[in-house]
């Protein structure tokens, strides 16, 4: 079984900054990918940024260029940089893992308004 935490969530104004961390434990062999989506009320749940283990990485239309997907492999650790918010980025987060079973956090809640 693998857990994973998030953190970093919260309000921030539009065109501010905020940094999204995941950490995975428990059972884990290997980590093919670790990634976020995102759901907003009344919306599907949509993929933000995903990352390979070797760095590769893929990134939802409407954050390209504004939000960043990193890893560390050492401490099975995703982060997401979020610059240049917009109130439509206003969701719940949620961090994912490939293991490669899929696994899920508990969500994260990034309010966007002024």
């Known amino acids: 079984q693998v857990q994973l935490v998030e953190s970093g969530g919260g309000l921030v104004q539009p065109g501010g900054s905020l940094r999204l961390s995941c950490a995975a434990s428990g059972s884990i062999v290997k980590i093919y990918d670790m990634g976020w989506y995102r759901q907003a009320p009344g919306k599907q749940r949509e993929l933000v940024a995903l990352?390979?283990?070797?760095?590769?990485?893929n990134y939802g239309d409407s954050v390209k260029g504004r939000f960043a997907i990193s890893m560390d492999n050492a401490k099975n650790t995703v982060y997401l940089q979020m610059n240049s918010l917009k109130p439509e980025d206003t969701a719940v987060y949620y961090c994912?893992?490939?293991?490669?079973?899929?696994?899920w956090g508990q969500g994260t809640q990034v309010t966007v308004s002024s």
């Open positions: 990352i390979t283990s070797g760095g590769s990485t």
């Open positions: 994912s893992a490939r293991t490669p079973a899929y696994y």
